[in-house]
């Protein structure tokens, strides 16, 4: 699953030489976090809320919200702007937009094109829905089951044909890491509450651990 496939397409954008107090309403009005500043379709830099707050007068002023504004747009965006972005490219995986958010401590990334062109945009809520959606959550009626196995080669193999012998489909599966060798394995099955302690007795009797079971929806 690539980047392009999920970020906002067409995201709005202001140029180097609008106003603070521009920005600020625009964000405001989208319920943005941060604009990103384009000039001439080229990425610049990006505005921050926090970097508004930073050179917006203190709350404590005596100043009226008309002349904390025209304050505001007296201030261009090319003076305060960070002009350091942290992009990632549409031809990226998911996977990869969400390790630079993570490593980075950032909610959203620029979208650049192989041209460098702003695309796009994608946010940690588009990379959360997208987990949800490889889980198949949104369906419901469905069993969600929590194997500890041993970290070695064969068990995804073995696991998987257990369950496929039990005529169960698979909606999805998830491996992540335990601790030292060990692994656990989520796996997402259409609703076989009839035939589910069947699979869990054959899964047991190879020696993998059922640690946890619910049903979903």
Known sequence: M???????????????????????????????????????????GYLSDRDVMRVAPSPATSLSKYEIRELLDKLSVKDIMQQRVITVSEDATIEEAALIMYQNKVGGLPVISQVGKVVGI????????????????????KIRMTLEVEDKIGVMADVTKIIADSGINIDSLIVCQSYE???????????????????????????????HVVKIG
């Not at 949800?132 to 419901?140: H, S, T, Y």
């Not at 060990?182 to 640690?211: H, M, P, Q, S």
């Open 2 to 44: 690539f980047v392009a496939e999920r970020m906002t397409r067409h995201p709005v954008t202001m140029s180097s030489t609008a106003t603070v107090g521009e920005v600020d309403r625009m964000m405001k009005k989208y319920k943005f976090h941060r604009m990103i500043i384009v000039d001439d379709g080229k990425l610049v």
């Open 181 to 211: 060798n060990k692994k656990e394995i989520v796996v997402r099955l259409e609703d076989c509450a009839e035939t589910f302690d069947n699979i869990k007795n054959k899964l047991e009797a190879r020696g993998y651990k059922v640690i």
């Open 122 to 141: 994608i946010t940690a809520t588009d990379i959360l829905k997208t987990f949800i959606e490889v889980m198949g959550l949104p369906g419901g009626g």
